[in-house]
């Protein structure tokens, strides 16, 4: 350098280069290994997913403000997609505004997240749709979805409400079924307003009001499937005696997740079967010897298991179920008809009513797994609109009300369409017969055979093997949760959810559970509880017409 003055200039501009290309990767790198505790996310399609740390530090953001100074000079589109996911990420988290400030990004530049729902605006609508509003009238189950009917224009005068009042009594029909009547089970609408109905009478410190308070089911051995459907048993009963089913204890949601009184309910992760007023009048009749002599108040010890699991069905709307057309191949052939139709039929409308409407702590473990599946994949179809300039601020972006108000009731979105396919192997086998892999995976190329659009699948299983083998099908996008999973060794089911904890399975299955009932097929084992109560979510959802295969049969039919 010290020879001549040109070679100096060009040796310091050489320096220079490496020291800004050394800086643009370090921020890369930083960019590039975004994480949140309770996800953990990879370029695959795979969902690669981890409920174990606390709701409270959802992220970890590894940006330095020195490292985001210029975020808008950001050009590449893998930049700009790593970035948009990553401020997404920080939405899910109570630490948001301190993570989008670590990012250099405001809120308000951000773009609409499709795939993520505002969860406590859907709980407070999912609120009010649930309870009688003043002088004990009907819920608000108009013709209207979503928060159109809380448009300023719905507030007219009191004789157009008054008779908006009286439609609502007469034809209004509980707005938590999607699709047509003949897209759902028959009497499907009728059923669950009827069943709302009975659970939430005018005064529930009528005299003649009975109650059936039960826990739910808590001996080792019994799984959620197993749980939920004894819970339609008892469901069941109360409405052939007349009674409003209460449930209590639940040992699944006992666990730091559930706050404050959902701790221990059914209501951390659903709302409650029946309203609060009837629920206390159900707890302060338990310590009434009066009422108890008086058969005012029962609960799951007045009735054998027997009645219980293999009770009669109800059959206050006569036999729907002899309507039922055969929508579920096996081997296959479509199966006509088999002994338990009507266990079918009353179990899908019983599950449907206990899962109407989630809380918003499920809502959020929703949206952390389409975030963690579904994220990045968001990011790019979002940022190839050529209205979409970010992180360059959109002066053209601005609400409206269409967008608040009439397409508030659009699902978030998932890569569409969606097989969902739920393995059940392990300690199964003593219950039904097991299958391999190899034998679900038949099913789905035949699904898309017909299909040939479909190449996602949401994958659910307990066991290791079957994720191991998904690497051998590279025409399918896999989707799934990262969770320890059983090995070979054949432990049995309990066994296996108490090495994950409480929390942890509880929440991934119920997660699973969700997104089978939304997904637009399935491939399942109907020798499984757990598939059989999926097949009535989905035939109470709108998608009878899907059909389901199944690798087996019930072993009752």
Known sequence: MGISFPCQICVVGFLCEVCLASFILAALTSFGTLQLDRFSFSTMSMLNLSWNSDLNNNINCNFKPKETERLTDLKSREEREYLLYSAWSCVLTKSESECLLKLGISKSSLPKSPHLENCKVKTQLYDCLDKRTGNHSFPPWTSWKGLLDTHPAAATTEQIKILRRQAVLESAYPPWIAGSDEENYPLTRKVQRDIWIHQHPLNCNNPNVKFLLADWERLPGFGIGAQIAGMCGLLAIAINERRVLVTNFYNRADHDGCKGSSRSSWNCYFFLETSLECRQRALELMRSEDAWSKGIVTTKENYTSRHIWAGPTPRIWGEPWNYLQPTTDINGSLVASHRKLDRRWWRAQAV????????????????????????????????ESPAEEWPEENRNKSGSGIEEYVWSNHKPWIPRPLLSIHVRMGDKACEMKVVEFE?????????????PNLNSIWLSTEMQEVIDKIKEYSGWNFHYTKVRRQGRTNVSMAKYEASLGRESSTNYPLVNFMMAADSDFFVGALGSTWCFLIDGMRNTGGKVMAGYLSVNKDRFW
């Open 352 to 383: 449907r009513y206990l899962m109407r409407f989630p809380t918003e702590y499920t809502c959020n473990l929703l949206n952390e797994a389409r975030h963690a599946a579904f994220g990045k994949i968001a990011a790019e179809m979002v940022l």
């Open 439 to 451: 034998e679900y995976m038949q099913l789905a190329d035949r699904i898309r055979r017909h299909f």
